[in-house]
């Protein structure tokens, strides 16, 4: 064999071993790098864990727990009433009949928080964030909400019985017969928000906005609505006796089978509406804009329509009975003689 051929082989041999130490060591580095990350981030996580275990024995033992973070604590069925959490994180916390009674949880986050059944009396929620969170059965009862925000959140049956919702967002959010009697809604959006057969008797929804939202089969007995936007609302079968209406926007709105009875709605725009089989007895219609309005099968018996545009609209059907008709005329087309 030619020792040229020899050495050039011994060369190439040498190079090649020389190329794979450089590789093994680059992989060991590598996997090195890779374990030192991940020791970090374990030694980060047990820290973060310990340092939350902490907060929780903090709040436990004083009562208070400022600005914490203490996203994703297990606190179901803990007793927190009194507590002091304002501005702390709570997002994705599991608060399942948790009593937080009179707590002070001002702008606090409880994005997809569990607070089913959680008890929430008179609690002082002001400013906080409640996006996705799950409230079903939860009791609210005089609680302060105002500015809170709820969008998409689950309120099925909650007890919201005289709570402060001034300037709340709950668009979207699903209050299915939620109970919100003499409730503060003013100034609220309620987009697409579901409502059905919720309770409103007497709550103050003036300047709420609910377009796109569901109340059928509502309760909204007396409730004050002046103002607000209900516009492709659908009411049918909705209780609003008594309901002050006053420039209220009902373009589009489905309003059959309703109760209006007594119900105050001067100078309230309900173009385009459906209010067949709707009682509008004893009505409040002075100035009221009904331009292509189905009033079929509708009881207008002693409504006041003074001044009302019902152009285009449908009669047909209609009871008139000492009914005020725009132009000041009263028929009693309908009216049944003893």
């Known amino acids: 064999m030619n020792p040229f051929e020899n050495r050039g082989k011994a060369s190439e041999d040498g190079r090649a071993s020389e190329n794979m130490d450089k590789k093994d060591v680059t992989a060991l580095l590598t996997v ?3 374990l ?35 996203g994703a604590v297990n606190l179901n069925h803990a007793d927190l009433s009194g507590v002091n959490l304002e501005y702390s994180s709570l997002e994705g916390s599991q608060l399942y009949n948790t009593t937080l009674h009179r707590a002070n949880l001002a702008g606090v986050r409880f994005n997809q928080a569990n607070m089913i ?5 008179q609690a002082y929620l002001v400013g906080a964030v409640m996006a996705r969170s799950r409230l079903d059965d939860a009791v609210l009862e005089a609680a302060d909400l105002r500015l809170v925000y709820l969008g998409d959140a689950s309120l099925r049956r909650a007890d919201l019985e005289n709570t402060v919702l001034t300037e709340a967002v709950l668009s979207r959010a699903d209050l299915g ?18 409502l059905s057969g919720a309770n409103l008797e007497g ?3 003036r300047r709420v906005y609910l377009g796109d939202a569901s109340l059928k089969n509502a309760i909204l007995l007396n409730a004050q609505l002046s103002g607000a936007n209900l516009s492709r609302t659908n009411l049918q079968n909705a ?10 926007d009902l373009t589009m709105a489905r309003l059959e089978g309703a109760s209006l009875r007594q119900a105050l709605l001067e100078r309230a725009r309900i173009m385009r509406a459906n209010l067949t089989n709707a009682d509008l007895t004893g009505a409040n219609l002075r100035q009221a804009s009904l331009q292509q309005t189905n ?29 005020t008709m725009p132009g000041g005329r009263v028929v009693r087309r309908d009216c049944v003689l003893d």
Do not use: P, Y
């Open 117 to 121: 059944r959680a008890d929430l009396r």
């Open 36 to 70: 030192t990350v991940l020791s970090v981030i374990f030694g980060a996580v047990r820290l973060a864990s310990a340092a939350k275990v902490r907060r929780v024995n903090v709040l436990l033992a004083t009562r208070s727990c400022v600005s914490c973070e203490l």
């Open 177 to 194: 017969k939620a109970n919100l009697r003499f409730s503060n809604l003013f100034g609220a959006n309620l987009a697409e928000a579901n």
């Open 32 to 34: 090195a790098v890779f």
């Open 295 to 323: 009033l079929s099968n509708t009881n207008l018996t002693g409504a006041n329509l003074l001044g009302a545009n019902i152009k285009d609209a449908n009669l047909e059907g209609a009871i008139l009975c000492n009914t």
């Open 239 to 248: 209780n609003l006796r008594g309901a002050q209406l006053g420039n209220a």
């Open 203 to 205: 709550a103050d929804m």
